[in-house]
């Protein structure tokens, strides 16, 4: 899946509700909107490249791959 960290399984998420206060003006909330994660290219040691969650490139879980 194009949308899915490769390393930790991070993938997308429904949220974003609505609060109380919104309900309480004349704004017309939207509703849940979908949430995407940070995937980044990053490079793997041996030449090639993965899309890697930005929390995963800061751990630097993507290097571990080659051992």
Known sequence: MASTCILCGKGTQ???GYSNR???TKFTPTGAKRRYP???WAQ?????RIKVCTRC???KKHLELAA
């Open 44 to 48: 793997v040691p041996g030449g090639s």
């Open 57 to 59: 490139i800061k751990a």
């Open 22 to 24: 919104v309900r309480a």
């Open 14 to 16: 429904v949220a974003g």
């Open 38 to 40: 940070n995937l980044q």
